[in-house]
């Protein structure tokens, strides 16, 4: 997949912290590039319910239960909630939280050669 499309030098290595991001412009689209504790991943910058800039919104994780009185905080800084609604999608896949099948945002491919953060469109 990361040899067929174009590749976008989109920041230099260490500009984005890790639980950081950083919302770029590619071709009159707005991407945001997040990095997370093993690698990058990139958003399409709009939440698909009503266009909001989903980038902008707060990253947080899931409470996952296996059974009642039994909680777990997970994929810490993995979940990003629109700024707006609240609608939930996971950075790694672009898929809502709720309704995954149904309901996701465009993601792209994300490397870093050492020196840059390259965007795979």
């Known amino acids: 997949m990361t040899g067929s499309g174009r590749r976008i030098v989109v920041a230099a290595a260490g ?19 997040f990095r997370l504790g093993d690698g990058y991943v990139a958003l ?3 939440c698909p319910h009503e266009g ?12 996952t239960s296996p059974r009642p009185g039994v909680y777990r905080y997970a994929r810490r800084g993995e979940i990003l909630r629109c700024p707006w609604h609240q609608w939930e999608f996971d950075t ?8 995954p099948e149904r309901v996701r945002v465009r993601s792209y491919v994300v490397t870093s050669d050492g020196e840059h953060v390259v965007l795979h469109l």
Do not use: H, M, Y
Request: net charge positive; glycine share 16%; aromatic share 2%.
């Open 15 to 33: 500009e984005i912290p890790v639980g950081g991001r950083k919302i770029v412009e590619v071709d009159g689209r707005s991407i945001g590039v």
């Open 92 to 99: 790694r896949t672009g898929r809502s939280w709720v309704d």
């Open 44 to 46: 399409r910058n709009t």
């Open 52 to 63: 909001a800039p989903l980038c902008q919104g707060v990253l947080s994780g899931a409470l």
